[in-house]
């Protein structure tokens, strides 16, 4: 048994430690596009049958209802080292999948929430769940050539009633770089909510 | 309700019964703290495969190099309360084990921030 328990700890070994980032917003604002930029494989998604990953072993009996409905979650990955890989999220866009977000909330470094300009209030109920959770975000204005003007951050800022400490970052999520250094702020943002440095030893 | 109305066959119950076919009827994973992040890899001398389905199989063939629970859930194809069981499954049998995400509960310390940013930098 020793042999079967040294196996397992090799085994173990090679895991790396993984790190989430949640892409969030309302429907069609560009969550996979820009999941798709930055991600070292195309997009994956899983589909999720509502009635039975919502209430669990006794929601059989649900299944009268005949809902069959499925959710995308989309999702990225980017290997930062043999060691350690970064999880993109998309999180699922309509109401009723809100029980997936706390899920993919938990442990994560924070979340990029898109808005697209013409449709700010899609993107309302992201901005409340990661303020409420004080979960660290940026917010990215995505720039779709449809749109008939272009907002500055500020406008976006005190429509949405976006704290003052939340960094506001224009971008095209169909860019790898615009993705990139939108990742980079949400990571620096992140990192600087964290407590100082001296007190780290104490936490 | 007229009774016929309850009854589902063949394409209108695939997508809830095949599932169910697969945990045994079960929904709750054994390891419930199981993440969407949370790396699986395969022991290299994982046990007899006897009695394991096709699904349980291409998990043990997929994680000889290590997954998270979300890419396996989009390769075999189920959906993540699935996954999870039959992940769980193999974590019993000894076939499996898992590494959870860095920090299951809170959010990342500084260390392991900087080791992101210095990664997304470098993309």
């Not at chain 1, 079967?4 to 700890?9: L, P, T, Y």
């Not at chain 1, 929601?59 to 995308?72: F, P, Q, Y």
């Not at chain 1, 924070?110 to 409420?132: P, W």
Request: glycine share 8%; hydrophobic share 45%.
């Amino acid at each position: 048994m020793v042999s079967v328990h040294s196996e397992q700890h090799q085994a173990a070994a090679l895991a790396p430690e993984s790190v989430k980032i949640m892409v969030a917003g309302g429907f069609g604002v560009g969550k996979t596009t820009m999941v798709a930029s930055v991600s070292e494989i195309p997009p994956l998604s899983t589909e999720e049958l509502l009635t039975t990953a919502s209430d669990g072993v006794d929601d059989l009996a649900g299944i009268e209802g005949k809902t069959t409905t499925t959710v995308a979650l989309d999702f990225g990955r980017i290997t930062i080292s043999p060691k350690l890989v970064l999880y993109l999220f998309g999180t699922p866009g309509q109401d009723r999948f809100w029980f997936m977000w706390d899920e993919l909330a938990r442990g994560a470094i924070g979340a990029i929430v898109l808005i697209d300009t013409r449709r700010l209030d899609a993107s309302f109920a992201a901005v409340d769940f990661f303020e409420r959770r004080e979960i660290p975000f940026v917010v990215g204005i995505n720039h779709f050539d449809g749109a008939p003007h272009r907002y500055e951050p500020e406008e976006i800022r005190s429509a949405l009633a976006i704290s003052p400490g939340i960094p506001i970052v224009p971008c095209d999520a169909r860019q790898r770089d615009a993705s990139k250094l939108i990742l980079i702020r949400l990571i620096e943002h992140a990192m600087s909510r964290l407590p100082a440095a001296g007190a780290k030893a104490t936490a | 309700m007229a009774e016929d109305e309850t009854q589902w066959f063949d394409e209108a119950a695939g997508p809830l019964v095949r599932p169910y076919a697969m945990t045994g009827g079960r929904t709750r994973p054994g390891a419930s703290w199981l993440d969407i992040a949370t790396q699986v890899v395969t022991v290299p001398s994982a046990s007899e495969r006897l009695g394991l389905g096709p699904e349980h199989q291409a998990i043990l063939d997929l994680c000889h190099r290590a997954l998270s629970v979300a890419e396996l859930a989009s390769y075999v194809n189920v959906p993540l309360v699935v996954i999870k069981v039959l992940i769980s499954d193999l974590m019993d049998r000894g076939d499996v084990v898992v590494r959870p995400p860095a920090q299951a509960l809170q959010a990342p310390g500084r260390d392991l921030l900087q080791a992101v940013l210095d990664g997304v930098r470098a993309l």
